[in-house]
């Protein structure tokens, strides 16, 4: 069947969606509404439903009805964009079997507590049997039993942050929807900032690669938050956590993807021109142009080398012109503008 992956907020034990976002490469390659909750809109989240003909009006009307009671669950519930930003956030798989870094005993009796609290049933792992036991050495026995209890923990982490399971009141409230991107500004760079480690991405030194065989790559445009490639895919690159390296995805390089090296830090999504200068000051790093190299590499496994044939570096900015990178004009290259090419 193959690993599945899931969103889970290790301080709130809350999901993006219920219980699986699917095989990594596949459904849970592309944009999600992670990156919304690490993000507050600058301004209220609106949606704008116009009836055009010849749609009746009680479609009309019933669609907007249900429009009205999205938002009212979003202003409800703590489940809201932004509501995630500063959190630890993993991609969890579904064959892991032991924690990452920031997971501590006290996150473990939490969620044991609040399974046993309000009666969530969790289908154990089997114990071991005693006929295996008895062909096992003390170390493979300590080995297993520590991988069924990590395996216990994230079952029951999972129906504790399913929005599915144990309080009806959650139902659905833990999903945002595509149409949610509409309350944030489009043209503009982002910056992901991993809070823990100091370190950011911007969505501007990602570059656009079309998948048209051109190997064109473009730099300093201003996709949508939600845009691809984009910050979506270096969260995946990161923050994904099991023992197991089964994913629906050509890539092999280092480091591997299921052992993310930013599982279960803390992060959240802020515009470029707002936090630049701040950045900047405090000292820290910026490595966009090593995760937008591995994740060209990851392109380029995925589907092929001639579609991707060569990595185009991002320019160097002219500094005395335009100190910050995200006023740079947009800048086309070719394979034809690159030495040895």
């Given amino acids: 069947m193959g690993q ?6 290790l301080d709130k034990i809350d999901q993006t969606m219920g219980k699986s976002m699917g095989k990594f490469g596949e459904a849970c390659w592309s944009p999600t509404d992670v990156l919304l909750f690490l993000r507050p809109p600058p301004r209220p989240m609106s949606i704008e439903l116009r ?3 010849p749609e009746p009006e009680d479609n009309y009307r019933l669609r907007v009805k249900e429009m009205e009671e999205m938002v009212e669950r979003f202003n409800r ?7 995630w930003a500063g959190d630890r956030i993993i991609l969890l798989g579904d064959y892991a079997a032991d924690y990452p870094p920031s997971l501590t005993l006290r996150d473990i009796e939490r969620v044991s507590n609040i399974c046993e609290v309000n009666d969530i049933e969790v289908g154990s792992v089997p114990p071991i049997s005693h006929e295996r036991r008895a062909k096992m050495t003390p170390e493979e026995l300590a080995t297993e039993e520590a991988e069924n209890a990590a395996r216990n923990v994230y079952r029951m982490m999972d129906e504790v942050a399913s929005p599915y399971q144990w309080d009806r009141d959650r139902y659905d409230n833990g999903r945002l929807k595509v149409e949610d991107y509409t309350a944030f500004p489009k043209q503009t760079g982002w910056v992901l900032r991993n809070l823990t480690k100091r370190v950011y991405v911007r969505s501007n030194g990602i570059p656009y690669m079309p998948n048209d065989s051109s190997g064109n790559m473009e730099y300093y ?10 910050l979506s895919q270096v969260l995946y690159m990161r923050c994904a956590w099991s023992t197991d390296n089964s994913m629906a995805i050509m890539y092999e390089g ?3 993807l299921h052992r993310g090296l930013w599982a279960s830090d803390r992060f959240d999504v802020v515009p470029l021109e707002d936090t630049a200068e701040v950045l900047r000051d405090e000292g820290w790093e910026d490595v966009t142009r090593e995760l937008a190299k591995e994740m060209y590499e990851i392109y380029k496994a995925q589907y092929g080398r001639k579609v991707y044939p060569a990595w185009v570096e991002e320019p160097e900015s002219d500094e005395e012109s335009n100190e910050e990178a995200s006023l740079v004009p947009v800048r086309v290259l070719t394979l034809a503008s690159c030495p040895g090419f």
């Fill in 51 to 53: 009836r055009v003909p």
């Fill in 77 to 83: 519930y703590s489940y809201s964009p932004g509501s």
């Fill in 254 to 256: 280092n480091p591997p």
């Fill in 221 to 230: 445009h201003y996709p949508k938050l939600e845009g691809t490639p984009g």
């Fill in 4 to 9: 599945y992956w899931t969103w889970i907020n």
